[in-house]
């Protein structure tokens, strides 16, 4: 109301008004843009926090570390995420090819299964992995030999592109699905050959969404913890963990910068790449067309494709289910894990709704009220993307121990350090919702006599309200399996079912890990429906 | 309209959240509670700490971690949050004592233990013994041919063949903190810097040792004398050995420490934490306790588990673990300095 | 008290790089329909949603039947000026079943009795139960109309209502959504770049470009008698020549000669002005003044559509609508009198040396 008024008392200042300008002529209220800020500033400063303690750490410290420690570990993370990105498009991008171009049997089928490993949180995948080819595994019991060492390179290498493959393979494939085909049918015409067309026109055509896929699955090498962590590879998320856990917080603040410095060079590798090639592809005319013909290679490819599925999907999940049997019938299901189950629900349920509420105002004045401003405070609000778990988790300890002490140590901690970490997913599900509502929409509303706010609750609101409980699932479902934060945040007596997990695996105790595991893993395949369908 | 709309979800969700934080405090009943830091494995601790809530009706919230307890406890110094502390290192707790995390205890319970394994003012106490011990596998080596001393591990025939756990390990960092005492800095900087050279795998925990020496999978590695015990006593891949290292007449003999319980400084239950030590000190929770880790109790009426030998019968270092608490911060910079906190390959 | 006044309404978007609004004042009056002509960017989409009160007016007065809902002192927001609005694209709920949409706005009291009223209106009393998704394309637009009359507004506001349609529909709807509006005896004002449109549905045209007015009246005026050269051009097709005004004062000395024309703007004899001939003002005739060789031509049903260039010392290029009964052949010679009713003089100020 204030800002309407301003803008009404003297039109000539409202024309050269800057503020009014900044906005594009349509300035906010200044409640909704307090809370916008608000929530921005709630989620940036842990991580601006960390980075000025890093900066401000003591030189010899840094002199200490960039001596010896951190080209090591900028070795191991760079060579593992290089490793394991190329091994995800390897697989990735042919399967997708495979899936949405070829006469593959069951291509359907294989749209949903092969995206089934996204749901297995790469710890429990590395679980699975080392009780079957561990170095006393099944393998060895059975067979006498691993065939695979858990514990080395290739090991880590091969468990994280298990679980992380599917991105590419779904990016991949929704965008071969989309592109126009009569750029192919054009390089038909144009005399080359399938093969030919598939490297000089698909390829290229693809780019973007292989480099898409690449940097998430790079950004999720960069930030787990848990799956190298198991498979006893240290990287900079895990000797930041460490660090944290030895309470050497500048030592940890100092790795956290360079590990942040990676990550933002990566986004910006990324986005300069895709400046490069920014097709404006024409959405294709769909006709139901041929699809190429396997011949006699289609049993080899159906030998891939199920190889793939089975070491990928199959193998954890039969793990899982095995163990989750052995469990359950030792009594596995007791009072305890229903505790832990409780302590999982209520803090990954608090933080979805937390982070699916907080959105609105980000997203809305993002959308409704264009400019700079809001530009800003929306990309100010994505920190928390692509950050590991441990620096967001190491932002907490030092602002709650230093100056909100009455919170340290409370759920609300760790339930923040959630929503920090994946409000992103919220922002965009909610970004997506609102997207799908047309200002007209609204003005019509407006038109018919309903107040800005009826309006957001008879036509914004139920319009948006699926695609933000999309959102709060997304959120619910990462908290659920986040591992690095909750470690070193969870209060005491408040363990959840991965730190469960993670504890119970380290001792080998896999029927007690296993049910604990198969629940998340099969909470997790509910938003992948969402997912697929968006894709 | 639309800001009370906004304010509205705003509210809830602050609520929401207050309700939830504080959900953990208000679960007190009319006992209270008492809060746990425990560096010690669970399965062992877990039984005692039910016991103690069935019998006094005071709720424990239990938070398990390793020995970076330590830190956590001193990072939270000025808003402490927990009140005991369960370490497996008596140099850890004289080292927080000395640091003036702990709070002295004048219950009498305490005289039970003997007065060199507690602290003077009773705000630690050790619960029982564990002496580190290499234990190895009887299918791939003899105990002949097992080296005879810690620094024999620096000898490259042995590349690739034990285990040991990283330096962020409790035990790892007052072992080292006892070398030095008596090897000084060059040499046991030496010794850690050849030893993670030579080690085949460097781990999180003993437990992670125990079972993959058991397995065969490596003939021997540094460990607790209790890890030993256990694979002992488990039904397979149980054929081990222990080789309790530097005996004989020159030797520095082998190093021997408590594990024990600190009264935090400032804990938010204080009485309670009185209650749950001295209840840890009853003559039936010490036997339990010690049959089920197969540890040594350190109180002299309560029997041991046959399996394992008195300290009596083998020579140890003569190191006081008081004095290892003023060296524990060094131990930790020379085990840093020497790499051994963080496995990044060779 | 006119239904609907705007006084040097300025709304100036420079920072966005999004059309203005210049100076624009103009008046409808109650029961009229009235259109906004002009090319995308010329502002008239703007206009409308400075009326619906989406827009803030720099500065300027916009009065509702005859209070003001914006100027200097106050601004009424949308949902208190009483307007109905039709949207391009609809923007009917999709949520909402179409008997929701069209009561949406009413109080609760009449909204059983005017949704059914108004769905008989716009001819569509058994679709209440529908969802817009379940409706083609007009009968998307009915209901959206129900919905903006629904509540009795002060004024209807359509904006490019049958862009959305195609061609068949769209001249059934035109009638349509006159028929509806003269019947709920509805003030509306109607935006549209479609000449077509605006001819056959308003009471008054409004022809702007580029944020400012540049001619208002009847369809016939607006057709017959551009008064500019834009006008001339956008609406509908012209020849654009320039010369004196002849000695009678009905007439245009030009290169092709003397024209007759019928509407000087009273300008003296001498003077230096422009001509707007219509292609259908150039009749075929053996004996007509003006003599051309067809260059090209192309046959659309209605008519031959062609361009012939003229004889003479100074050749000019020509659109000529012939009858179709005719035929014309590339390089035919063809003779043909002009008809004074559909030649207009335009706007002197701006001299022009060719033809459009």
Same mark, same amino acid.
């Given at each position: ?75 191991r993370s760079?060579g593992l995420a290089?490793t394991v990105t190329s091994l995800a498009l390897l697989v990735g991008?042919?399967l997708a090819?495979?899936v ?6 069951g291509?359907?089928v294989w749209h949903w299964l092969l995206a089934l490993p996204m749901v297995i949180p790469p710890y429990v995948g590395a679980m699975t992995y080392i009780i079957v080819f561990g170095p006393r595994g099944l393998m060895w019991r059975s067979f006498g030999s691993t065939f695979l060492d858990v514990y080395s390179f290739t090991g880590v290498s091969l468990v994280l592109a298990s679980f992380t493959f599917p991105y590419v393979f779904l990016l991949?494939s ?39 896929g690449a940097l998430l699955v790079a950004l999720y090498v960069l930030a787990d913890f848990g799956a190298v962590n198991m498979l006893r590879y240290s990287t900079f998320t895990t000797a930041i963990f460490y660090q944290i856990g030895s ?5 940890a ?6 590990l942040?410095?990676?990550t ?40 891939f494709v199920t190889t793939v599925f089975l070491f990928t999907a199959v193998l954890p999940l039969a793990v899982l289910i095995f163990w989750s049997v052995t469990g359950i019938a030792n009594g596995a299901l007791d009072q305890r894990f229903f505790g832990f189950a409780l302590n999982s629900f209520v803090t990954a349920g608090a933080a979805a709704l937390i982070a699916g ?27 928390g993307y692509s950050l590991p778990g441990v620096i967001v988790a190491l932002g907490m300890i ?11 140590g409370t759920a609300f901690m760790l339930i923040l350090a959630y929503v920090v970490r994946f409000m992103p997913q919220s922002?965009q599900a ?39 409980m999309a959102g709060v699932s997304f959120v619910f479902v990462s908290a659920l399996k986040e591992l690095p934060a909750t470690l070193l945040l969870r209060p005491a007596g408040m363990d959840t079912l991965a730190v469960r997990i993670w504890i119970e695996a380290s001792e080998a105790f896999y029927h007690s890990a296993a049910p604990a595991a198969l629940l998340i893993v099969l909470l997790s395949i509910l938003p992948l429906k969402w997912m697929l369908s968006k894709y | ?15 929401l959240t207050?309700?939830i934080g504080?959900t953990p405090?208000?679960t ?7 809060v746990v830091y425990s560096a010690r494995n669970e399965s062992f601790v877990l039984p005692l700490l039910n016991?103690?809530e ?5 709720k424990v919230r239990l938070l398990t971690g390793n020995e970076t307890l330590?830190?956590k ?13 369960l370490?497996n ?74 285990m040991?756990t990283r330096?962020g390990n409790g ?30 795998a460097v781990v999180n925990g003993h437990g992670d040792i125990r079972r993959s020496v058991g397995a065969g999978e490596y003939?021997?590695g540094?460990v607790?004398?209790?890890y030993?015990?256990q694979q002992?006593s488990e039904p397979t891949n ?54 089920t880790s ?48 963080l496995d990044?390959?060779? | ?13 420079? %920072? ?207 057709? %017959? ?90 050749? %000019? ?11 014309? %052949? ?27």
């Open positions: 109301m204030t800002s309407d008024n301003k803008a009404a008392i003297t039109p000539a200042t409202t024309r050269h008004n800057p503020w009014v300008r900044l906005w594009c002529g349509k300035p906010p209220s200044l409640f909704l843009l307090g809370i916008a800020t608000a929530v921005t500033a709630v989620m940036a400063i842990p991580i601006i926090y960390v980075l000025i303690q890093g900066v401000q750490a003591d030189p010899a410290r840094w002199r200490l570390l960039l001596d010896q420690r951190i080209p090591a570990l900028l070795q760079l290089v991008a042919p090819w495979l949405t171009r070829t006469d593959l049997p291509r359907d991949a929704s965008s071969l699905r989309r592109m126009n085909r009569n750029y192919e049918e054009a390089a038909a015409v144009a005399g080359l050959s399938p093969a030919q067309a598939l490297l000089r026109v698909t390829l290229p055509l693809l780019r973007p969404a292989l480099g898409a309470f050497d917080q500048s030592s603040a100092i790795l956290s910068v360079v942040v410095s990676l933002v060079l990566l986004l910006y590798l990324e986005n300069r790449a895709k400046a490069g090639v920014r097709y404006s592809s024409v959405r294709g005319t769909w006709h139901c067309r041929q699809p190429v013909r396997l011949g006699k290679l289609k049993p080899l490819a159906m030998a509420i907080l959105a609105l105002p980000v997203v809305y004045l993002r959308r409704r009220h264009p400019g700079a401003v809001s530009a800003f405070l929306n990309r100010l609000s994505y920190t030092f602002l709650f121990n230093n100056y909100v002490r009455f919170l340290y922002l909610t970004e997506t919702a609102l997207s799908q509502v047309p200002p007209q929409l609204e003005e019509a509303a407006q038109s018919l006599g309903f107040s800005p706010g009826r309006v957001l609750r008879r036509v914004t609101a139920p319009l948006a309200v699926p695609g933000v | 309209m639309l800001k009370r709309t906004m304010l509205l979800l705003v509210v809830t969700a602050i609520v207050a309700l504080c405090r208000q007190n009943t009319g006992k209270g509670e008492v016991s103690f069935q019998q006094t009706g005071i330590v830190n406890i001193l990072e939270e110094r000025n808003n402490v949050q927990a009140d005991v502390f370490s290192d008596a140099g850890a707790l004289e080292y927080l004592r000395l640091a003036e995390a702990l709070s002295s205890n004048q219950s009498p319970a305490l005289k039970i233990i003997d007065e060199t394994y507690r602290a003077d003012d009773g705000s630690w106490v050790g619960l029982s013994a564990r002496t580190r011990v290499l234990i190895y596998n009887k299918d791939l080596i003899s105990e002949e041919e097992m080296p005879k001393t810690l620094w024999e591990l620096t000898d490259p025939k042995w590349s690739g063949q034990f040991i330096g035990s790892m960092v007052a072992h080292v903190a006892a070398l030095r005492a008596v090897w000084g800095d060059d040499k046991t900087t030496e010794w850690i810097g050849a030893v993670r050279k030579n080690a085949g003939a021997f540094l607790n004398n209790y030993f015990h002992l149980n054929n081990v050995g222990a080789i309790y290292p530097d005996q004989g007449e020159q030797g520095i003999g082998a190093f021997v420490n408590a594990a024990g319980v600190g009264l935090l400084n400032g804990g938010p239950n204080r009485s309670n934490a009185v209650a749950l030590i001295d209840f840890l000190l009853q003559p039936d929770q010490q036997r339990a306790f010690a049959y197969m540890e040594v109790p350190l109180n002299p009426s309560v029997e041991s588990n046959p399996i394992a030998r008195p300290i009596s019968e083998y020579t140890t270092m003569a190191v006081r673990l008081q004095d290892i608490g003023a060296m524990w911060a060094d131990a930790k910079a020379l085990i840093e300095r020497g790499g051994l906190d990044l390959g060779q | 008290m006119y239904a609907i006044e705007l006084k040097d309404v300025v709304k100036d978007y420079t %920072q966005c790089g999004q059309p203005a609004v210049d100076k624009l004042s103009l008046r409808v009056s109650h029961g009229e329909i009235v259109t906004l002509l002009g090319p995308s960017g010329c502002g008239k989409t703007t206009t409308l949603r400075l009326i619906a009160g989406f827009e803030r007016a720099d500065s300027g007065s916009i009065y509702l039947a005859g209070s003001a809902v914006s100027d200097g002192r106050r601004f009424v927001p949308p949902e208190r000026r009483g307007i109905g609005m039709v949207f391009q694209d609809y923007a009917l709920f999709p949520h909402l079943t179409v008997a929701q949409n069209v009561g949406f706005g009413c109080k609760a009291a009449e909204r059983a009795t005017r949704t059914r009223e108004m769905l008989a209106l716009v001819g569509l009393p058994d679709f209440g139960d529908r969802y817009p998704h379940q409706l083609s394309g007009g009968q998307q637009q009915r209901v959206a109309l129900a919905r903006a009359l629904a509540p009795r507004p002060v004024v209807v506001l359509l904006d490019e209502p049958f862009s959305n349609l195609d061609a068949d529909l769209r001249g059934q709807m035109r009638s349509e959504v006159k028929r509806i509006l003269n019947q709920a005896g509805a003030t509306a004002v109607l935006v549209t770049h479609d000449q077509k449109d605006a001819l056959a549905i308003s009471d008054r045209i409004v022809v702007m470009c580029g944020g400012t007015l540049q001619q208002e009246g009847t369809p016939r005026e607006i057709y %017959q008698f551009p008064e500019n050269r834009f006008v001339a051009s956008f609406v509908g097709e012209s020849n654009i020549l320039c010369g004196k005004v002849g000695d009678s004062g009905n007439t245009v000395q030009t290169l092709l000669g003397e024209v007759p024309c019928s509407h000087t703007h009273d300008k003296p004899p001498g003077s230096q002005v422009c001509v707007s001939i219509r292609p259908e003002s150039l009749e075929l005739d053996p004996h007509g003044q003006v003599a051309g060789v067809v260059k090209e031509y192309h046959y659309s049903g209605q008519s031959i559509d062609a361009r012939i260039e003229t004889l003479g010392e100074f050749p %000019q290029e020509l659109t000529v609508h012939i009858h179709p009964e005719h035929s014309a %052949q590339i390089g035919d010679t063809l003779r043909f009198r002009i008809l004074p009713e559909f030649v207009a003089v335009i706007r002197a100020e701006e001299t022009i040396k060719t033809i459009a």
